[in-house]
């Protein structure tokens, strides 16, 4: 009894009002929140179409660095294929005879090592990146054309009969 006595002091003492006052001055908050939404709606739409013309020269860089790096590794060692070619055609005629014809073998198994497959299938598919890795670099693509062009060179000098 004096327990429930007491409770009822306490609450009659204490009254339990809560006063809400706004800041003084400034923006109401509804305020602050719609213009928040609005700034961040005109950055998203902004920034959307921004990437629309972004995302192309991004894609264009990567596809020009992957077939700059490909073709590279095809042209040297296309080239080093046919720079062994022409010491052993430099060396052919000063063997005995049986060295002289596993000299031209060989020579002849080395240009048909000579590919062109990735060139020809990024000229194919890629024939803008070719032409801009081209110009940064110093003329693959009649670089190719020649290297490809030994087999039937080899064959014309006669320096190959099997061909």
């Excluded at 629309?52 to 020009?64: D, M, S, V």
């Excluded at 002849?108 to 990735?118: P, Y």
């Amino acid at each position: 009894m004096i327990s429930t006595l007491l409770c009822q002091a306490v609450m009659q003492a204490a009254p339990t009002v809560i006063y809400v006052r706004e800041a003084a001055g400034g923006m109401p908050e509804w305020v602050k929140i719609l213009i928040s939404a609005a700034v961040g709606a005109l950055f998203a739409i902004v920034g959307s179409v921004a990437m629309e013309f972004i995302k192309p020269a991004i894609t264009r860089r990567h596809t020009l660095r992957k077939v700059r790096s490909s073709l590279h590794a095809e042209f040297l060692a296309n080239l080093a294929n046919a720079q062994a070619a022409k010491r052993l055609m430099d060396r052919v005629l000063e063997g005995t005879e049986k060295e002289q014809l596993d000299i031209l073998s060989y020579i002849s198994k080395l240009s048909n090592l000579i590919k062109r497959d990735r060139y020809d299938f990024y000229f194919a598919s890629e024939k803008d990146a070719v032409y801009q890795a081209d110009k940064k670099t110093s003329g693959w693509t009649d670089s190719m054309k020649h290297l490809t062009r030994i087999s039937p060179f080899i064959c014309n000098k006669g320096v190959i009969s099997t061909c």
